[in-house]
């Protein structure tokens, strides 16, 4: 072991401890990390920059810039709406839900999907008598379950075909993906619309955690209620009136403003509630949705320029680009959008995982790392090492970060199958399918998080949940992949 290759793993085991102890934020403990490789020299500044103009990372980042125009024009909540109505107990909406939230998360990025859908979820179970808690994990799940049907479904796909560009290798395609996500799909909503189902609590949301799942617009401003501005840190608060229900068009509020109400507890017993938001609803109508024949030329442009990334005719950021070029040319999104919708702690961490995994190859230490877990798991033959990489990658999302797990683990399976001669495609799906495996704890996946509040959920929910779900995905997974490239032979 070399100078370099110690700094490496003492960086390394930096990043675990602080992940796992959540003493910084991920982006800043990986951003931190890479500070360190750059002072003692273990990476230059060329290498990070070429992290920085990583081609994935870029897709990533459109990828959700589109996902964010199409929730701010398409009025999804309106075609949910319609697609419940005849959902009348909750395993019944469950199978509903969950079926077209992974059909949906398969080609849009799971963050915004979750963010537009658990205060429609939570406003469903309340107006039907099912407590949210049994809703909000199962969508949180599905997101997972349907972004592994593509390569470009979620982050972790893109981040792994980043790491494969980077050192030279073809990127899985869609094809690669496909059978394998089915699988695990229909085993694994199967699963939670049943026994899984009985797993999860029912707990009686407070009217605390009702106000934390309220993300949108969703209440219907009534003649002479009071709007609060508040103008000086809770010092001086203005209070106005608003006499006819109209007058709010003038202000031209969009979808992401803030209106905040004085209410009292009376509020929350209103007979009427769920009828307040049609008022709100059909005032932003003008301002949030789009003429028709720019909806009409703007989904027939994104079918299109998807139609042919899956064929392979363009890459997937061409597509992405030409999108939002539609998007731009017909104002349906703002820089102003952007700049909210663009999360820079995200931009970090994927520049940074990147960096770090080309670190691990380029110094020679995930060459150690693998040597020592080809020795250990070598009498277990080509099988035996698979299953290893995906239950070590499956335990490290759990208790950090999807890309984080996927960074650390992806230079140890690239050695491997440089060490040994073998087809590195398996290998690489088994690490994919594990990195999204994040069931068991709240903390692996971005999406688990945002339904942990309004579910009223407590860490063990999770486990208790997740870890039947955890089992089914992984033997559906590695049996697939076993029999998809004939490893039996």
């Not at 073809?170 to 939670?192: E, K, R």
């Not at 994927?350 to 691990?360: C, E, K, M, P, Y």
């Not at 903390?443 to 999770?462: C, E, F, S």
Request: glycine share 6%; hydrophobic share 50%.
């Amino acid at each position: 072991m070399d100078f370099h290759q110690a700094i490496v793993l003492l960086v390394l085991a930096f990043i675990i401890c602080s992940l796992f102890f959540e003493l910084l934020k991920p982006a800043i403990t990986f951003f931190v990390g890479i500070a360190l490789l750059l002072l003692f020299g273990t990476i230059t500044p060329t290498e990070f920059l070429v992290s920085c103009s990583n081609q994935h990372i870029a897709t990533i980042i459109m990828l959700i810039l589109v996902t964010a125009a199409v929730r701010k024009n398409l009025g999804l909540e309106y075609i949910f709406d319609r697609m419940f109505r005849k959902a009348a107990t909750g395993r019944g909406f469950l199978w509903r839900m969950t079926g077209y939230v992974a059909l949906l998360s398969s080609c849009m990025n799971n963050t915004p999907v979750v963010s537009m859908m658990t205060p429609y979820v939570y406003r469903w179970g309340k107006k039907n008598n099912v407590s949210p808690s049994k809703l909000l994990i199962p969508l949180s799940y599905a997101t997972i379950l349907g972004g592994m049907l593509t390569a470009f479904g979620t982050s972790t796909n893109l981040v792994l075909n980043g790491f494969l560009s980077k050192n030279g290798i073809t990127n899985l395609v869609f094809s690669d993906f496909f059978h394998i996500g089915i699988a695990v799909l229909i085993t694994g909503l199967l699963y939670l619309c049943t026994f899984g189902y009985n797993l999860l609590p029912a707990r009686v949301p407070t009217k605390k955690h009702e106000k934390q799942s309220a993300t949108s617009i969703d209440e219907e401003i009534q003649e002479n209620d009071a709007i609060i501005k508040n103008e000086t840190s809770n010092v001086k608060v203005k209070e106005t009136k608003i006499r006819k229900k109209n007058k709010l068009d003038e202000d031209s509020m969009v979808e992401g403003d803030l209106l905040l109400l004085s209410i009292d507890d009376q509020f929350f017993e209103y007979p009427h509630l769920e009828r307040r938001e049609k008022l709100v609803r059909g005032m932003l109508r003008r301002e949030i949705y789009p003429k028709k024949w720019k909806f009409s030329l703007l989904i027939i442009g994104i079918l299109l320029a998807t139609g042919y990334a899956i064929a392979g005719a363009i890459s997937l950021f061409t597509a992405l680009i030409f999108m939002m070029g539609l998007i731009f040319i017909f104002n349906l999104f703002t820089i102003r959008d952007i700049s909210k919708t663009l999360d820079i702690e995200l931009v970090i961490l994927l520049v940074s995982a990147i960096t770090l995994g080309n670190a691990l190859i380029t110094t020679g230490t995930a060459e150690l790392i693998s040597s020592l877990f080809i020795k250990s798991v070598a009498p277990l033959g080509n099988i035996g090492l698979l299953i290893s990489l995906f239950i070590t990658t499956a335990l490290l999302t759990s208790f950090i970060t999807n890309v984080a797990a996927l960074s650390i683990t992806f230079p140890v399976a690239y050695a491997i199958t440089q060490q040994l001669g073998l087809d590195g495609t398996p290998f690489y799906l088994a690490i994919a399918f594990a990195a999204s495996a994040a069931f068991i704890s709240p903390i692996g996946y971005q999406t688990n998080w945002m339904v942990y509040a309004p579910g009223r959920y407590v860490p063990k929910d999770y486990s208790k949940a997740g870890f039947p779900l955890l089992l089914i995905y992984g033997i559906t997974s590695l049996t697939m992949i076993i029999i998809q490239f004939d490893m039996l032979g």
